[in-house]
């Protein structure tokens, strides 16, 4: 469905008056899903540090409204430290149960996209925790994202052992001219 079909979903960016609700869709996500390898979720403080190390490193950091209510957000952050990594980003997109298979996470990761590649940066990596998580899997699928590999058995949650899924996409000009950032 194109964005303009969905008129009652807006994006904006992420304010510090979000990071509460932002704090419970991704500590659901922590508690009862596979999506996320930590196993207790982070505080609305630690949340709110996370968000203003993102933003004030210059990387987006996007929520969606449906019908005024906060049901997703996603953001890009460093893939690593080290330097010679500053041209690669990876994704996090998290929405709502409530709020799933609606397009906001195309919505969002599609925003966070354009961003990324406005900002010069060149690859964007997504690290999908579980093999199972189809939903994740097909949104990046439908973004443009390519399977990469898969690690096995690298997580332990929830009594089981979780796989990674590894998938890349490039950004702008991706790996024919170096990073702009
Ligand atoms: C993964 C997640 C962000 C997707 O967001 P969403 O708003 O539900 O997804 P959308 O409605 O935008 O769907 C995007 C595409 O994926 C497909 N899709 C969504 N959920 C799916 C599912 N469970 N199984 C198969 N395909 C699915 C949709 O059909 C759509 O494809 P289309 O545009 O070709 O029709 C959401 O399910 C979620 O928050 N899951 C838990 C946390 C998580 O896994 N986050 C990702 C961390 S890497």
């Given at each position: 469905?194109?964005?303009?079909?969905?008129?009652?979903?807006?994006?904006r960016p992420c304010e510090a008056r979000d990071i509460a609700a932002v704090q419970a869709i991704y500590a659901d996500a922590v508690l009862t899903g596979l999506a996320?390898?930590?196993?207790?979720?982070?505080?609305?403080?630690?949340?709110?540090?996370?968000?203003?190390k993102i933003t004030a490193a210059g990387f987006p950091f996007l929520v969606a409204e449906r019908g005024g209510?906060?049901?997703?957000?996603?953001?890009?952050?460093?893939?690593r430290e080290r330097p010679a990594y500053?041209?690669?980003v990876e994704d996090s997109v998290y929405v709502d149960r409530?709020?799933?298979?609606?397009?906001?996470?195309?919505?969002l990761l599609a925003e966070v996209i354009a961003h990324c590649?406005?900002?010069g940066f060149r690859?964007?990596?997504a690290v999908i925790g579980d093999s199972g998580n189809a939903g994740s899997v097909a949104l990046?699928?439908?973004?443009?994202f390519d399977h990469v590999g898969t690690f096995r058995s690298v997580g332990w949650k929830h009594g089981r052992w979780l796989d990674t899924v590894l998938m890349q996409r490039s950004l702008g000009a991706g790996d024919t001219a170096p990073p702009q950032i």
């Open positions: 469905m194109p964005y303009e079909d969905m008129p009652d979903i807006r994006l996320s390898f930590e196993l207790e979720a982070p505080t609305v403080e630690e949340m709110q540090a996370r968000w203003t209510e906060l049901s997703g957000f996603a953001y890009a952050a460093a893939y500053a041209g690669t409530r709020h799933r298979g609606a397009g906001i996470g195309r919505m590649e406005t900002g690859q964007m990596i990046h699928q439908r973004l443009g």
